[in-house]
């Protein structure tokens, strides 16, 4: 089997909930020797549910793969020292508690690597380490009310809506992975690592992309369009006779295609919807006029006209449905392995795939300090 790309690289976890634990999974992912450092409690995701298997909640099972888990109270001397050993000679170090908990501690950050000038260490907050706001906890559901995302997102007529997933945390996971990996390829340079601040603020607010600069350019607010689209149409979801169809037209030549195939020649004829602008005014009546016509034939009917003539459109699945399809499983996004208690654990799957290195899952997620005694051992016993 391929060397993975981060094989070699220890990181050392001190995170908890989700977009930290994301983070790193993500690096374990990819190689990484990640070391999660619990409280005696444990993680607040084995407490989240149900479901539960085997007492282990389904919350905590998605996001701790590739990681081994040493139980230590920071509190206390001992736990304090194990972290210190470890940073001593990790590569990275990942943290999302409040500002000034880990020097109470005595574990500032700026001391450890000053110990270990090669060690990269980043910190998950909830709105950044400075600004009037800084002390304030980071919750996904608060983040995006807070952060803008709530706003555009739900029905034309009703309230502002969540995201049906952790979407901030998730977000913010993602980038911290990505500023690791920019700070890793930076040391190999400067032969020293660094410390990355990221919060759920800046990351909802970097990733409102086109919304936010249509803001920016018009002062207007954006609007919730449900499943439309604010600028193209039609962009959005319709109901057939049997479900509902996901439609995207992108261009002026899609628009005539999707015309012919569904043998309306007169619709691409007519000039009120020539154009994408033109489409986008006249967005209501055209709607209607596709919703009448939709609900005739069943989702896999439209589907198949459409795929078969370029149109991207596909159906829409319960969840259930998306884990059971043959082209999720065939790109192996749903993976068996083994559980110390549960057995065979199925897990989603890993989203990259190498052509030279190796990502996969050598570890399951790890039972509350399974592996104690194990990393204690590694670091000169306590």
Known sequence: MPTPPLDGLTVLDLSRVLAGPYCTMILGDLGADVIKVEHPAGDDTRRWGPPFVAGESAYYLAINRN???????LKTPAGATLVRRIAASADILVENFRPGTLEKCGLDLAELRRINPRLITLTVSGMGA???????PGYDFVVQASGGLMAITGPVEGPPSKVGVAIVDLTTGMLASNAILAALYA????????????SLLEAQVAWLANVGSAYLVTGEEPQRYGNGHATIVPYQTFPASDGELALAVGNDGQWQTLCAIIARPDL???QRFATNPQRVAQRAELVALLEAHFRAQPVAHWVGLMQAAGIPAGPVRTIGQVLTDQQVLAREMVVTVQHPTI???KLLGIPFKFSGTHASIRRPPPLLGEHTAEVIAEYGGL
Not at 67 to 73: E, H, L, Q
Not at 130 to 136: A, I, K, Q
Request: glycine share 16%; hydrophobic share 25%; no cysteine.
């Open 187 to 198: 040391r190999e340079r400067t032969g020293a690592g660094q410390h990355i601040d990221i």
């Open 130 to 136: 400075s600004g009037p706001e800084r002390d304030l």
């Open 268 to 270: 691409g004829e007519d």
């Open 67 to 73: 990681k081994r888990s040493a139980v230590a109270d």
């Open 343 to 345: 057995g065979d654990l």
